[in-house]
């Protein structure tokens, strides 16, 4: 897996990478990979976009009405990781009341993860997967069905 900044094409978001203190930017370009294998590995999902929003590294489907954003960054004192997902989703709710339930939240918008812990890629894949396929879920609700909550567990 490449770490460096330089395979990122905007050169905002590589800015934004080259931001974050040297010793946070291999564990957020880890979970960068992640996003983008986790947009790869579905087809309902398409290409996403990479670009900058509230300043962070954010991923949002193209296609319209397919999911919605994904944002990396920090808490508020930069010990911890953030992956951000739109507070107004069930995404964080429905992660914490799953397979996620043991995990750091920062309310309804952040999974917080500690930089000098290994990231549960596997785990964190479930919300990501949730958010770039949040429209496409049955009913429009944004819902994760059960079984993805059980395969999370076993």
Request: proline fraction near 10%; charge should be positive.
């Amino acid at each position: 897996m490449t770490l460096a900044t330089d395979i990122i094409a905007d050169p905002d978001v590589r800015a934004a990478f080259t931001a974050f203190p040297p010793e946070l930017q291999p564990p957020l370009l880890a979970l960068r990979n992640l996003v983008l294998e986790t947009a790869q590995s579905d087809p309902r999902i398409g290409a996403v976009r990479e670009t900058l929003k509230w300043g962070q590294p954010s991923w949002l489907p193209v296609r319209p009405r397919t999911g919605t954003t994904v944002r990396l960054g920090t808490d508020r004192t930069r010990q911890h990781l953030a992956l951000f997902f739109h507070c107004q989703t069930s995404v964080i709710r429905d992660f914490r009341a799953g397979p996620g339930q043991d995990m750091q939240f920062d309310g309804n918008r952040a999974i917080l993860l500690r930089p000098d812990a290994p990231l549960p890629l596997d785990l964190l894949r479930l919300p990501v997967l949730h958010a770039l396929t949040y429209h496409l879920k049955p009913g429009g609700t944004g819902k994760v069905p059960q079984s993805a909550h059980q395969t999370a567990s076993s």
